[in-house]
């Protein structure tokens, strides 16, 4: 696990190091990356906790398929997935007459890059935080409700902060997944400085011309991965 | 639960070992040779062609290829992969290889490719010219400038004095096939190649333009083959009436 990276240490250019990752395509790469990832990280929380709940605490038929559902972006090539997402929201995909309609453009744009790594994440905070919902149990939530607590009030006062350290690593893994995506995002975002290109796409991109400054701005992103892991581990112990 | 996992290496390692063993009496029975050449992908049908051609009037040689961008070809011969063949589709990768007195021969031009406008069937957008890529609110979509049909785009838009806005720049221009045939974007700037082998998933649309952006394709044998001679006759052949007939088939111009 640890040699690829010690491998990519060795090879970083560090006298051109800091005029490699300043560059303007480096820092809007580096930008666009953790802007775009965030909000689709906000997605994912928005999206995925109604969903992890329905799968923990309800039961009901077909419930097993709607997880495998869920838990497909997981398993699938991510460049199948941009295709899918080509295919639905594209401009000649089932939705995209829908769209043009409305006078919007989902393809080549930010918001493109939003739903493809908001596609390929959902599943690591969903899975993250059935695990924690499970593992609570009902025991609490059964007692407040017996004190006369509502359910939105058992939910928001006792659930949730017993699932919070669940939700925190899972919204983690769903930020990184989301900071690495390529596969989904190339195929179905396409790359333009700014508007589509993150950072995973830079650095395959400059490996066509310039290794070193690839080289310097993979460590770039090992960096912001260990930190965002370490930031997470901080905050987990915290609560 | 750990000796299991070892036990199953060592079954995995042990099978591979025997392939490997049966395999190569194999090969040495039936005495074939195999020539190994590195082409950029745009030669993918005309030199599978060519290899076809090539093991017909030799008995008992194989052609076995490796298509991929001429960059990645490259860093692959540098880092010492068994290529005899080279052809690249562009000069700027064949000098790097000479550079490094890693071709055996000196580097010939075989053929030369030029863009072309590609627009979906039906031409949506109605695009007619090269200037009508400017158009605003026409999603075009070219290689990015650091690849050779990036570059190419490029020079073609300067001589034309027309600034492109496209909304990507693409990484190989499958890509930007891919961007055109799927209807996403209305006009996209790939080889002339491409527009013939996409069939009628695209309509292709010349522009006098193009000229000025020309890309020519080199080939060399590589420094130390292991058949000299093979790797010799094999860029002769592409090289001769034979291989420049399939090449113009498969929508390749002439060598300037």
Known sequence: MLLPLVAI?????????????????SREALLLSLRTSSTSTLLCILLGVPMAVVLARTSFRGQGILRSLVLLPLVLPPVVGGIALLYTFGRRGLLGETFEVLGMQVAFSTTAVVMAQTFVAMPFLVVSLEGALRTAGQKYEVVAASLGAGPTTVFRRVTLPLVLPGLASGAVLAFARSLGEFGATITFAGSLQGVTRTLPLEIYLRRETDAQAAVALSLVLVVVAVLVIGFARQGRSAL | MKRLFAGTIAAVVIASLAGCGSDEPESSAAETTTLTVYAASSLTKAFEEIGRNFESSHDG?????????????????????????????????????TADDLTGSEPHTFASNTLEIAVPPGNPARVKTFADLADKGLNLVICAPEVPCGAAAQQAADSAGVELKPVSEEQSVTDVLAKVTSGEADAGLVYATDVMAAGNDVEGIEFPESASAAVVYPIATVAEPENVDLAQEFVDLVLDETGQSILKDAGFAPAP
């Open chain 1, 9 to 25: 240490l060795a090879r970083t250019p560090w006298s051109r190091f800091f005029e490699l990752i300043t560059s303007e395509a």
């Open chain 2, 61 to 97: 040689v194989e052609v076995r290829f490796n298509f991929a961008g001429s960059s990645d070809l490259v860093a692959q011969i540098q880092e010492g992969a068994p290529a005899d063949v080279f052809a690249s589709a562009d000069e700027a990768n064949m000098d790097k290889l």
